[in-house]
């Protein structure tokens, strides 16, 4: 499923709202984006909802797969693909078969609110396509790398294709989050693949940074700030983290002096420049 068919992504320049003012009082413009700045702002908005569709599609997926499969070790199962079809996302789980290649053992559709399809496979039923079989390679060359974590937890991993005409793949190792209240900033890591090598790869943040939800008197705060170094504009970390923290997280990019909102809206991710 094309996300764009799903949603439509909204990226735009706001002006906090302030008091009313005196009709002879100018009022001070909204800030406007650089070109640069809507595109890099479209691309973290885009990424982070692909990053987060398909971990949610990977956890729904994982949970029941495992009420099918409860035996799943037994049987071989090695891990999972996502793959982005018409009518939501399908988790594929995986086993690898003596000719080198590798067969699906069960497979799950998950719309975006719960999974719609489960399918068991006999062993021979349905052989991974090329494509998927890069998937497969592109998360275990990323897995295989050496890459900071911020928590005890074993990485996440998330992988698409790019969308580039080369054909890459795009492969996340993400910090997960394990405990209530706490989202990691720190410690997710981004790999471009490309004909199965490691094209390019980042890491989006300098250090570890775990922050609580949490306010001082047991609520939850309205947002998350938090400062930004590595880029003139929030990532696609950002933007999946906005779902983990339930409320909006303010970036502060320092090298431009700007202040951004990641938000939730609707169901829908956004970006917003503040100042």
Same mark, same amino acid.
């Given at each position: 499923?094309?996300?764009?068919?799903?949603?439509?992504?909204?990226?735009?320049?706001?002006?906090?709202? %302030?008091?009313?003012?005196?009709?002879?009082?100018?009022?001070?413009?909204?800030?406007?984006?650089?070109?640069?700045?809507?595109?890099?702002? #479209?691309?973290?908005?885009?990424?982070?909802?692909?990053?987060?569709?398909?971990? #949610?599609? %990977?956890?729904?997926?994982?949970?029941?797969?495992?009420?099918?499969?409860?035996?799943?070790?037994?049987?071989?199962?090695?891990?999972?693909?996502?793959?982005?079809?018409?009518?939501?996302?399908?988790?594929?789980?995986?086993?690898?078969?003596?000719?080198?290649?590798?067969?699906?053992?069960?497979?799950?559709?998950?719309?975006?609110?719960?999974?719609?399809?489960?399918?068991?496979?006999?062993?021979?039923?349905?052989?991974?396509?090329?494509?998927?079989? %890069?998937?497969? #390679?592109?998360?275990?060359?990323?897995?295989? #790398?050496?890459?900071?974590?911020?928590?005890?937890?074993?990485?996440?991993?998330?992988?698409?294709?790019?969308?580039?005409?080369?054909?890459?793949?795009?492969?996340?190792?993400?910090?997960?989050?394990?405990?209530?209240?706490?989202?990691?900033?720190?410690?997710?890591?981004?790999?471009?693949?490309?004909?199965?090598?490691?094209?390019?790869?980042?890491?989006?943040?300098?250090?570890?940074?775990?922050?609580?939800?949490?306010?001082?008197?047991?609520?939850?705060?309205?947002?998350?700030?938090?400062?930004?170094?590595?880029?003139?504009?929030?990532?696609?970390?950002?933007?999946?983290?906005?779902?983990?923290?339930?409320?909006?997280?303010?970036?502060?990019?320092?090298?431009?002096?700007?202040?951004?909102?990641?938000?939730?809206?609707?169901?829908?991710?956004?970006?917003?420049?503040?100042?």
């Amino acid at each position: 499923m094309n996300c764009f068919k799903a949603l439509a992504i909204l990226v735009c320049g706001y002006a906090m709202a %302030a008091a009313p003012l005196a009709a002879q009082e100018a009022v001070a413009p909204a800030p406007e984006m650089t070109a640069a700045e809507v595109a890099g702002v #479209q691309q973290a908005v885009d990424l982070g909802w692909l990053v987060y569709s398909y971990d #949610q599609a %990977a956890w729904h997926g994982t949970d029941a797969m495992l009420e099918d499969l409860p035996n799943a070790r037994k049987l071989g199962v090695a891990g999972w693909i996502v793959n982005d079809i018409e009518d939501g996302w399908e988790t594929v789980f995986y086993r690898p078969v003596k000719d080198g290649g590798f067969e699906a053992v069960w497979a799950g559709v998950y719309d975006g609110r719960k999974v719609i399809r489960r399918t068991a496979y006999a062993t021979g039923e349905r052989t991974l396509t090329a494509g998927e079989v %890069a998937l497969v #390679q592109a998360n275990e060359l990323a897995r295989r #790398q050496k890459a900071d974590r911020c928590t005890t937890g074993a990485f996440n991993t998330v992988v698409f294709p790019s969308g580039k005409p080369d054909g890459g793949i795009y492969a996340y190792l993400l910090t997960p989050q394990v405990a209530n209240g706490e989202v990691p900033f720190g410690g997710h890591h981004r790999f471009e693949i490309v004909d199965g090598k490691i094209k390019d790869r980042r890491s989006f943040a300098k250090s570890c940074l775990v922050m609580s939800v949490a306010a001082p008197d047991g609520g939850r705060p309205q947002a998350l700030t938090i400062t930004h170094l590595l880029d003139p504009v929030p990532t696609e970390i950002h933007v999946f983290s906005v779902w983990a923290a339930g409320v909006p997280v303010y970036v502060l990019t320092t090298g431009n002096n700007r202040v951004w909102a990641a938000e939730v809206s609707g169901g829908k991710p956004r970006i917003r420049l503040i100042k």
